[in-house]
């Protein structure tokens, strides 16, 4: 099916940086590449590199590395927006994030840079909370900053599975659902159609649950790993084919009116691996867009 009115009637909220009829956004990783924390300096020349192709960035905690006191200045200078993270997954990592924010956000220009705030990424999926511990998080988050818009980001099939309801039917006011058709193992010929599919089974099923076209939905992520990554299953690494795959796939999920975050904006050469879910190690630190150096691995314009 195609992408549900839902989906388009977000796209007029959100800065408007590419030509097809979504938005592009990146995923953003807090450290350098010999594992420092970034500072606003950084940030700044992470902002140069990426402002032709998208303003809008996504972090996945507060308080980890300062992000949000280093990030909000440099994204109010080059003008970006942030979708800013929380780890909710233990009290004290919800604390510490939430403590972050009131500080960052205490200055009123930073809080101009804000786009949304995720309390969560993929809690769901890695089974860490419940739906209704995950919601009471939101919820008490959105109290503190009433302003703002609140949201969590999570694996595609638990929006889709009846796993995320009680989220969906809670007041939530932003979705970002993650699809990587890497990670199903799928081969680069099917990627694409796996990757499309999935954003329409999931976004169908929060528009159906939700019963309203009040709630903003976003692929959280996306991506596929270059030259140097491990191949998972039927996925092959490498450069030409998370090439493609941004041709055929996110940028065809663009035409479409899909908003979607790219996973990510630049390698992380100090990144520990993942295991995924064959229980083999699996490198991270080959799926930027851009080297760690920032220059770009493919052409980031969507063709016609």
Sequence with gaps: MRPSSLILTALATVPAVVSAAGT???????????GNCKMQAD???DFDALKSVSTLVRT????????????????????????LGVWPDTDDAYNLDKTALQSALSDSSNAGAVYA????????YRGSLTAQALLSKIQDMQSTFPSMKIGTADSWNKFQDGTADPIIQGG??????NAFSYW???????????????????????????????IEIWNGETGWPTDGGTNYESAIAGTQNAATFYQQGVCAALAWGFNVFYFEAFDEPSKPASIGTN??????THWGAYTADRVAKFPMSCLD
């Design 24 to 34: 592009l956004g990146f995923a953003l990783g807090d450290t350098l590449s010999d």
């Design 43 to 45: 940030y700044e020349a």
């Design 60 to 83: 996945y905690s507060a308080s980890s590395c300062n992000t949000a006191q280093q990030i909000l200045p440099a994204a109010v200078a080059k003008g970006f927006k942030v979708v």
């Design 117 to 124: 705030i995720t309390v969560g990424s993929e809690a769901l």
């Design 172 to 177: 939530i006011k932003l979705i970002l659902a």
């Design 184 to 214: 199903q193992g799928q081969t680069l010929t099917n990627s694409s159609h796996s990757y499309l599919d999935d954003l329409n089974q999931a976004f169908g099923h929060v528009q159906t649950v939700a019963g309203s076209m009040d």
């Design 279 to 284: 229980g083999e190690s699996e490198d991270e």
